[in-house]
């Protein structure tokens, strides 16, 4: 509860300070909670459904808690040009890694691409998609 | 004396292992100088010593390129052919400057344009940019000197300044190589906008899929904030959604709410960001500007083609063999920058397909090669040039796949507002489905019943499931809010007309039906 108190008042007065509020707390806890989401509507003088209706339509938020580390790929038309949907077909059955699809990460020219937090990984094949996804789980 | 080597540190670079070679270097004793993307993205990790090339490096190739045996030379970088053909307005800077340092900033020419636009005064600014003729590069291609002067006229006592950093077509990242090869001039490009309009506050909004350009407009921002005074700037995220890089849902977003796309009208020039007048432009739409105040809006609008003033940052993607950044004047041939300038495909095979202007643009076979890079004869060809980006496919691509994805990334980014995105593109991956796997539609209960007058009877044939197809397209196109809706239909008809063969069309099967 302190946690979000803090988050909320670092960006009071902001304008729109809506989605930098959700951008830290989903960095800090890796989900949404709904304790935070109640906070943050009696902060800023919003519904909860107000607040969940933002948080459920972006794809960077989540409101159920999820451990896993998250890989990116890329699924959009430069790298499937490049040949990534043979590649994700390559990616041993695992629970372990969260494999998220994302739509471009601007190295269309060298892809097939992921992202791992803020590590870009550029030029993937089967060998070197295996290993990043052994290094995370 | 020691050895200086220039390395970027661009996402692209570091993503293709630029601080493993850049750490290699400095191990071996050399000064390594980190600067912004030369954009010949299939020599990254490119290095730079004395003027000449080497590259792609790995850590490995290190010891070779300072004995000077290395077979990665490619000689003088700025004689090599891909830089040499370009007309670098924009992009001048590219692989010259380290992107966050003043000093070298100043000395190559920045500034120039804000201290221009201070000298000759607003409405003299604005008249720069509408006699260059530059017309938005996010897409829609709208002059900048007239949302400009929509603003400038508007009485408010607050006006901003949004940079649409969000970005999220496929094929393009010239807006990135920006911000992080140059964020000073984007921001002495919002500057001048700022001072044209009478606006004091501004935001770039950066999709969240790059916190590298984020991070280095960040410090950009805090780097030149006393020189931009009274003009304050502020970078926010987004989060992850496509829709929120149209201007209204991007406001929204900015506002703190759902991206949803808004009505126009009201037009974002007249009730923009907290209903205030406000110009929204494009990082390469702002990035211009610079240039264009310091060098004279004629001197920008005589390079171009038709109506399409001034240079292009295009983007080679895909299976592209010299995959990369290439800024020229409108006008360059569609053939030229895929077979010339790109090279052809990286596999070797036959280019099949080019997706020209990201996810929302059409597909254009190899006889479209003849077009010349403009808005207007994309437009004329069925399609549209978008922010530039080209994919290039080669003949393994399955283009009723590439259909079928083109209605699945619209469903999966409508913003929900309108019927024929939301539901329309759901139902369009279903029937794309449908055609790819040759099974039309079988009649439902309600069409076998006898007694119904108006349903057909029976099973669709695959020849109606594609009219259907057209038809569900058409829907779309006129009965959607925004172009995601609207221009979905571009990549999809785009590939049917072009390739029937892959929906089944011209299948023996079909005519014995
Ligand atoms: C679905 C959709 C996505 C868009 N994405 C972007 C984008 O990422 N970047 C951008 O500058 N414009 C984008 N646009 C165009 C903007 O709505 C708008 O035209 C542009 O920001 C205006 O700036 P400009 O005149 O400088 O191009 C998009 C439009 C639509 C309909
Ligand atoms: S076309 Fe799609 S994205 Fe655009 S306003 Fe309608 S539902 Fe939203
Ligand atoms: S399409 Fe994959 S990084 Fe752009």
């Given at each position: 509860m302190e946690r979000f108190a803090e988050i909320i008042a670092a960006h009071?007065?902001?304008?729109?300070a809506l989605l930098p509020i959700l951008h830290d707390v989903q960095a800090a806890f890796g989900h949404v909670p709904e304790e935070a989401e109640r906070a943050i509507a009696a902060a800023l003088n919003l519904s909860r459904a107000e607040v969940h209706g933002v948080v459920s339509f972006y794809h960077d938020f989540h409101a159920e808690a999820d451990a896993r580390p998250v890989l990116k790929l890329c699924r959009a038309e430069a790298c499937q040009a490049r040949g990534v949907d043979a590649l994700a077909a390559t990616l041993p059955e695992q629970n372990r890694v969260k494999v998220e699809t994302v739509y471009c990460l601007g190295l269309c020219s060298v892809g097939p691409n992921a992202m791992v937090g803020g590590k870009v990984h550029a030029r993937l094949d089967g060998a070197k998609l295996a290993a990043l996804v052994e290094s995370l789980a | 004396m020691t050895v200086t080597v220039r390395i970027s540190d661009d996402a692209l670079a570091l993503a293709c292992g630029a601080d493993e070679v850049a750490a290699a270097f400095a191990k071996a004793g050399c000064t390594v100088e980190r600067v912004s993307s030369w954009g010949m993205h299939w020599l990254e990790p490119l290095a730079e010593i004395d003027g000449a090339g080497y590259g792609p490096l790995t850590a490995d190739d290190v010891p070779a390129v300072l004995a000077g045996t290395s077979p990665l030379g490619i000689g003088p970088i700025a004689e090599h052919p891909f830089i040499a053909r370009q007309q670098r307005f924009t992009f001048a800077r590219a692989g010259k400057?380290?992107?966050?340092n003043l000093g070298d900033y100043a000395a190559s020419g920045g500034w120039a344009g804000l201290r221009k636009a201070h000298d000759i005064g607003a409405e003299a600014t604005i008249a720069e940019v509408t006699a260059s003729g530059l017309r938005g590069r996010g897409g829609a291609g709208f002059p900048a000197g007239i949302k400009w002067t929509t603003v400038a006229k508007a009485k408010a006592a607050q006006k901003y300044v949004v940079c649409n950093a969000d970005e999220g077509d496929s094929a393009t990242f010239a807006d990135r190589m920006v911000m992080e090869g140059d964020p000073f001039m984007l921001i002495e490009g919002m500057a001048i906008a700022a001072y044209a309009v009478g606006a004091t506050r501004g935001y770039v909004y950066i999709r969240s899929e790059y916190p590298h350009a984020i991070a280095k407009m960040e410090a950009a921002v805090r780097a030149c904030a006393h020189i931009i005074a009274p003009f304050v700037l502020e970078v926010r995220t987004g989060a992850g959604a496509y829709v929120c890089g149209e201007e209204t849902s991007l406001l929204n977003s900015l506002e703190g709410k759902r991206g949803e796309v808004r009505a126009k009208p009201p037009l974002p020039a007249l009730e923009g960001l907290f209903g205030k007048p406000t110009v929204v432009n494009n990082v390469l739409t702002l990035a211009a500007v610079p240039w264009i105040l310091a060098h004279g809006g004629t001197a920008y609008a005589a390079v171009g083609f038709g109506r399409s003033k001034g240079t292009m940052p295009i983007q080679l993607a895909g299976n592209v063999k010299h995959g990369g950044l290439f800024e020229v004047g409108f006008g360059i041939t569609l053939g030229e920058l895929v077979n010339?300038?790109?090279?052809?495909?990286a596999s070797g095979r036959p280019v099949r397909a080019v997706q020209v202007g990201g996810p929302l643009g059409a597909y254009h076979p190899p006889s479209d090669f003849h077009l010349p890079f403009d808005y207007e004869s994309f437009a004329a060809a069925d399609g549209l040039i978008g922010h530039a980006g080209l994919t290039v496919f080669d003949d393994t691509a399955d283009m009723s796949a590439q259909a079928r994805f083109a209605m699945e990334f619209c469903a999966a980014e409508s913003c929900g507002k309108c019927t024929p995105c939301r539901i329309g593109s759901t139902r369009g991956v279903e029937l794309i489905d449908r055609i790819r796997a040759r099974a039309p539609r079988a009649a439902d209960a309600v069409e076998r019943l006898p007694q119904t007058h108006n349903a057909r009877k029976g099973a669709r044939t695959l020849a109606e499931e594609i009219t259907l197809l057209e038809d569900l397209c058409e829907t779309m196109k006129f009965g959607s809010l925004c172009a995601l809706g609207g221009f979905t239909p571009y990549p999809v008809l785009s590939a049917l007309r072009h390739w029937p063969e892959d929906f089944g069309a011209a299948l023996p099967a079909e005519a014995a039906e």
């Open positions: 009071a007065g902001r304008e729109g | 400057t380290r992107p966050l010339e300038i790109g090279g052809g495909t």
